[in-house]
């Protein structure tokens, strides 16, 4: 088989089954990864033929995506803030709207002066804190989970990106974090709502629910805890930011003025959707 049979080949069973919108580009970067070339390189060598080791790996890669395994999952890596992530289906898969998050919170950090600790609740593979880690040399980035196979993987991340970061916390929201205080708390916290969670599609509820699901109604019960709990982990005039789903904007506004927060702005994804807040706590500890 050449890889240009295959890629055909691939292209179209992707279409019959629906699994993609973007089947060439998903084909090929199955490709890419049994084979080791660039996705440029598959053109380049298009009219060459596959060894049987390939073309074994090749279809096993597409036999768990036609069973709806993300594609970030099969090859192992995701690009976030132009960096490679390893994910593996102990974290989600990062988004290109948390991108947003990153942005936003390295604005925040640039019009501070002196101690700029941050705090990046609910990690995952790390991607926030750890782009933030990167992009902003002072700051003093810590990455916390309650799981530790996702801190495993944030871990892993932050080694293999060179990043300074050196404090890694399994805990339940704010369990772990007695009498610590940052200067900017970021967090993209599970806020699918039970009744969004049944209708997400396949591809999605290969993500760990843990990473998804809030059980309350509204989805609402985790991203309310943070608030909440955040003042008394903020030096005075520090920012928390959390994103949420855009039917949760008004609510979640809501809340941060209700727990006393400041400058309450919202911000759009790249679908122009708004999907994030801040606000700043001008609480009486320093
Ligand atoms: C939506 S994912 C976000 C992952 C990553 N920050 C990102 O943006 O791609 C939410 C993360 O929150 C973690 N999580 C869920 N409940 C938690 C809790 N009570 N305390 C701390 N982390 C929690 C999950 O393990 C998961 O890694």
């Known amino acids: 088989m050449r890889i240009k049979e295959a890629l ?17 580009l998903e084909a090929s970067l199955l490709l890419s990864f049994v084979t080791n070339l660039t996705r440029e390189q598959l053109y380049t060598h298009y009219e060459e033929e596959l060894d049987p080791h390939q073309i074994a790996s090749f279809h096993k890669a597409l036999s768990f995506r036609l069973d709806h395994t ?22 989600l898969i990062p988004r290109g709207d948390t991108e947003v998050l ?23 593979s790390g991607c926030i804190g750890i782009t933030i880690a990167l992009e902003h040399k002072e ?26 970061i050196t404090e890694f ?9 007695d009498g610590r205080l940052f200067t900017l708390i970021v967090s993209n916290p599970p806020y699918i709502a039970p009744s969004w969670y049944r209708e997400l599609s396949k591809d999605v509820l290969h993500e760990p629910s843990l990473a998804l699901l809030d059980e309350s109604e509204d989805g609402l019960s985790l991203i309310k805890s943070i608030i909440s709990i955040s003042k ?17 904007i008004e609510a979640v506004m809501k809340e941060f003025t209700f ?25 009486t500890k320093s």
């Open 259 to 283: 727990q006393g927060f400041n400058e309450v702005t919202y911000y759009t994804d790249l679908g122009n959707k708004r999907r994030l807040v801040s606000g700043r706590y001008a609480c």
């Open 8 to 24: 055909n080949g691939a292209v179209k069973q992707f279409q019959q089954h629906a699994i993609s919108d973007t089947p060439l």
């Open 169 to 177: 916390v399994e805990s339940n929201l704010f369990d772990a974090f």
């Open 70 to 91: 993300p594609i970030a999952y099969i090859i192992g890596k995701k690009e976030f803030y132009a960096r490679e992530f390893l994910v593996t289906p102990d974290v």
């Open 102 to 124: 990153v942005e936003t919170a390295l604005s925040i950090l640039e019009k501070i002066d002196g101690e700029k600790s941050v705090l990046d609740l609910c990690t995952g």
């Open 139 to 164: 700051a003093k980035v810590t990455l916390s989970d309650i799981s530790s196979k996702a801190l495993h993987v944030a871990h892993i991340n932050s080694i293999s990106l060179d990043s300074p």
């Open 232 to 248: 008394g982990h903020l030096h005075k005039e520090g920012s928390l930011v959390i994103e949420c789903d855009y039917r949760q």
